[in-house]
């Protein structure tokens, strides 16, 4: 609530001159609402990567499928069990750029009381063209919120737009974006196995997704836009210098308010794997166990009994008892919790 009330607060400084005032209603859910969605985005994801941060990691827990490097006429894994931070590195980029583990995932079926095991490229496909095609759009709008445009995001938007198909010309990530999101929607609907361990969210997730690109097609190819409205209010809202310019349809209003309730949800369900893809330590960790020792900073203290105190103690009941007596070893311990 203080958010958004200081936004409003905010975008009621004033109108350049020869804009018209826009009324509370407006500056709500054209201003202070986005606001509102941006500061608990970054406050909650800087909040979940700072928590992960502070979580103690004391050994090395990489998981790995590869030779482990030891003696030196064993050939090492570089990749699948790295054992330097160059390695990890390495590992860490193809993880993130190419989901390389989920190209090495194998799926398991019942047929005839027998297993059959098989590939999944097609989940590796189509996760990797969603989260790509996902980027592109992204950086696509950079467009919206930054005069003068960037020649990068201009050269990006000719690439997605090669094949030239339409006016205004057809992007490959719009097409891309949704064949990979219906998939994956579809994936989990038609698979007995993921449906059973699906959630709601998993739905929720991927239908916002779907209907957020969805309302942008539909704004480029069927119900325009005015570009110019937009783009002052993106500018606006980017220079911390509001304006709600006429034109604006209810289209984009739509769009809108489903990329703030994407926002406003983005740190609290699983698409915070975006932040937490780099801390895992099953992933950005080197594998060198066998050629570091690693202690525990966080264990207390043990009280221990030594051999050699323990033979003092009962000294007598071992005499007694006919057991030889061995004053010279003190190297081991008991410990007495």
Known sequence: MIVVIAAASMALVGNPPGEQAATAGQML???????????????????????????????????????????????PSSLDCPST???????????????????RNNRAELHDKRYIFGESK??????????????????????LFLQPVPALVGMLASLD?????????????????????????????????VRYLSQTADYFVLLLLLCITGTGIL?????????????????????????????????FWIHLMLVCILAIYFP??????????????????????????????????VKTHT???WEEEFRDKIKAAGIPLNEDQSDGTISTD
């Open 85 to 103: 931070g160059v390695g990890a590195v390495a590992r860490m980029a193809l993880e993130i750029l190419l989901f390389r583990s989920l190209f």
């Open 268 to 301: 609290f369900g699983k698409l915070m794997h975006l932040g937490g893809a780099f801390l895992s330590p099953t992933r950005n960790l080197a594998n060198n166990n066998r050629s570091k020792r690693y202690i525990n900073p966080w264990n207390y203290p």
């Open 161 to 193: 737009s090669f094949f030239q198909i339409g006016t205004p010309e057809l992007y490959i990530s719009d097409v891309v974006v949704v064949c990979a999101g219906l998939y994956l929607l579809l994936r989990r609907w038609r698979d007995p196995l």
């Open 219 to 251: 704004m480029r190819y069927y119900a325009r836009v005015d570009l110019v409205a937009v783009k002052r209010l993106a500018l606006g809202l980017a220079t911390f210098h509001p304006v709600v310019p006429a034109g604006l349809s209810a289209m």
């Open 29 to 75: 859910y054209w201003v202070a609402v986005p606001y509102a969605a941006l500061a608990i985005l970054l406050a909650g994801f800087c909040y979940r990567v700072a928590k992960w941060a502070w979580s103690p990691v004391p050994f090395r827990i990489p998981t790995t499928c590869g030779q482990q490097k030891s003696l030196p006429w064993i050939r």
């Open 122 to 143: 097609w989940l590796w496909l189509g996760a990797l063209a969603f989260h790509w095609s996902l980027l592109v759009i992204l950086l696509r709008h950079l467009r």
């Open 307 to 309: 051999y050699a105190e």
